[in-house]
């Protein structure tokens, strides 16, 4: 029989992964391992020593309905057999064709043209460079940006530029285009944002604004007013800044409609979206536009053009799971299901609200968010503590801060979804 060597033998996974591998967002000196998973279905993770835990942020917004969920995986298998990978410069395919259809019929009634992308990041990025181009094509300089205080919006060059100030884009803010910010709609702070906003379009030439509407991701599910922001998107088109909505963590359903947009009456020119796009099946994104903004990058002179690409651009297999989650995502179980979450978080929230060390409590469709009462580092100590307890409870849950958000897949049942608010409130007990 043949020997395995001393190290396969007893390495696990954890270790092995620890000789070649880089990890994001993790300084590996102090936070060395990585919980090796080897298994996901439906609302359950499994890692390498079989226990089991409540995927409780869906993966990052991504898998919303369920792990290897059968309907998409199979529509994927069917598409793998038919046609894999083609370049989609010069060549098109029914994946695509199809799914540009399907987005359309459900995302705000303005948009009209659909651009694929990699990644959330890469869907911002050519969000930017079409206002940008937009602005270049039309002869006109306008280089400035307007973003929101806090908001996150990925990791390459524009977006870290129009993302708050944080550890993600500190060391490059020498290099990043140049941003104004203003604060999030509160409902009494609306005034004095159109001044400050009037001010910059008087001063700077802005070709776009950015946003994520109505719930800020990483800033910690913040939740900000619709009607404030409304007035601010209008405000934009009067001054002919292009806005921008980043829908990369709030589409597809989360918020309690498909999209956050479809909350503000004004809509944007752009729409960012990735994440369950694809229902975390694969990684694809895709940037939305007007027949307005797409009409500006027509010309007999080729420069004219949006020459932005990615080697995987609509890929035909990520565009399968794509059209199979929007399927998914217009069925009257989903439908329901989201509107259950939603009911059973307000009762949450309404059981939790008092509790001595939660200072505050929200939630919008799916996504529910408390914050302590206790001043937290973003990566410290108590939050490391706080992960700790959850995964040890088999909950998968990830503080931003001192917020605790939970962002269930849709099908999560009601036993699943009770042990992860039951966690929490042990949590708080406890901390
Ligand atoms: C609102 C928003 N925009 C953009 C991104 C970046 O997406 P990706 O990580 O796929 O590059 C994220 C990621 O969390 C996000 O929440």
């Known amino acids: 029989m043949l020997k395995l060597a001393q190290h396969d033998k007893i390495m696990t996974l954890q270790e092995r992964d620890k000789k070649h591998l880089w990890h994001p967002l993790k300084q590996h000196q102090l936070h060395p391992d990585s919980l090796a998973i080897v298994k996901a279905k439906g609302c359950i993770l499994t890692d390498e020593h079989g226990n089991e835990y409540i995927d409780a942020i869906s993966s990052w917004y991504t898998c919303m309905f369920g792990h290897c969920n059968d309907f998409i995986t199979n529509r994927v298998y069917q598409q793998m057999q038919q046609l894999d990978q083609v370049m989609f410069s010069d060549f098109t395919h029914e994946p695509a064709v199809k799914l540009s259809e399907e987005l359309i019929k459900i995302l705000p009634k303005n948009q009209n043209r659909i651009f694929f992308n990699d990644n959330g990041s890469t869907a911002v990025e050519a969000g930017i460079k079409m206002a940008l181009q937009y602005y270049f094509n039309k002869e ?3 280089t400035t940006f307007i973003a929101f205080e806090n908001g996150f919006h990925g990791d390459t060059f524009g977006a870290m530029s129009v993302s708050g100030l944080s550890v993600y884009n500190g060391p490059f ?6 941003v104004k910010r203003i604060p999030v709609p509160n409902g009494e702070n609306h005034k004095e944002i159109l001044n400050q906003l009037t001010a910059y379009a008087n001063q700077y030439k802005i070709a776009g604004f950015i946003y994520e509407p109505i719930i800020q991701g990483a800033a910690g599910m913040k939740i900000h007013n619709a009607a404030g922001l409304n007035e601010i998107l209008a405000l934009c088109k009067s001054k002919k800044i292009l806005t ?4 990369v963590m709030t589409g597809f359903g989360k918020t309690g409609s498909h999209f956050a947009s479809d909350f503000v009456e004004t809509k944007p020119d752009i729409i960012c979206l990735s994440k369950a796009l694809t229902a975390g099946l694969v990684p694809m994104a895709i940037t939305s536009c007007t027949e307005e903004i797409y009409e500006a990058f027509l010309s007999n002179d080729m420069a004219k053009g949006f020459f932005h690409c990615h080697t995987y651009s609509a890929n035909p297999i990520a565009c399968s799971a794509a059209i199979a989650a929007v399927e998914l995502l217009q069925t009257s179980e989903i439908q329901d299901r989201i509107k259950e979450i939603s009911r059973a978080h307000k009762k949450f929230e309404k059981h939790i609200d008092a509790h001595p060390i939660v200072r505050s409590t929200r939630s919008q469709g799916v996504i529910f968010a408390l914050d302590l009462d206790t001043k937290m580092e973003r990566y410290g100590d108590l939050r490391d503590k706080l992960l700790k307890f959850f995964m040890s409870r088999g909950v998968f849950l990830r503080p931003l801060g001192n ?9 999560i049942n009601n036993i699943e979804l009770q042990k992860v608010y ?9 901390f």
């Not at 921008?244 to 829908?247: L, T, V």
């Not at 917020?403 to 099908?411: K, R």
């Not at 039951?422 to 406890?430: G, H, K």
């Open 422 to 430: 039951d966690t929490i409130e042990e949590a708080l007990d406890t």
């Open 140 to 142: 006109q300089k306008r």
């Open 244 to 247: 921008i909505a980043d829908e």
């Open 173 to 178: 803010e020498d290099f990043l285009i140049e």
């Open 403 to 411: 917020t605790i958000y939970i962002q269930v897949p849709f099908v």
